[in-house]
């Protein structure tokens, strides 16, 4: 079975409304292909056109541990260290009728915390 066969069922059997996969190697790319309607929106050439979220989040956790396998990061180190304006971040506390109260964090986040998404950050999409 090839993986567009895969991909086609997948879409088929109802598992996901689409689909798009890709793989690569040295010699560059093997398979690219997709199934379904992922139609947001047309482009002006027509191509099926649809957001991509988070793609840089595995690039970027690589990154890292390459970094630390080099001994060039400590997961354990504060993010403060390497970003200085971490440090300016503040927790909300609470609010005063509408006006938001804020106060320093009571724990220093570290690169660990970032890697297991347990800094306290969040983000809207």
Known sequence: M??????DGAVGQGDMPFVVAA????SGVRFNGAAGDA??????????????LSMTKGIGALAA???????QLNLDAPVGDILPDWNKLQV???????VPIFRAPTTIATFRHLAS?????EYEV
Do not use: K, P, W, Y
């Open 39 to 52: 139609c947001t929106g047309r482009a002006a050439d027509g191509s099926t056109a649809f957001r991509l």
């Open 117 to 121: 998404h347990s800094s306290g950050a």
């Open 92 to 98: 909300l506390d609470g609010f005063e009728g509408d």
């Open 2 to 7: 090839n993986i567009q066969t895969i991909l």
């Open 65 to 71: 541990m390459i970094l630390v396998e080099r001994g």
């Open 23 to 26: 793989t690569a190697s040295s």
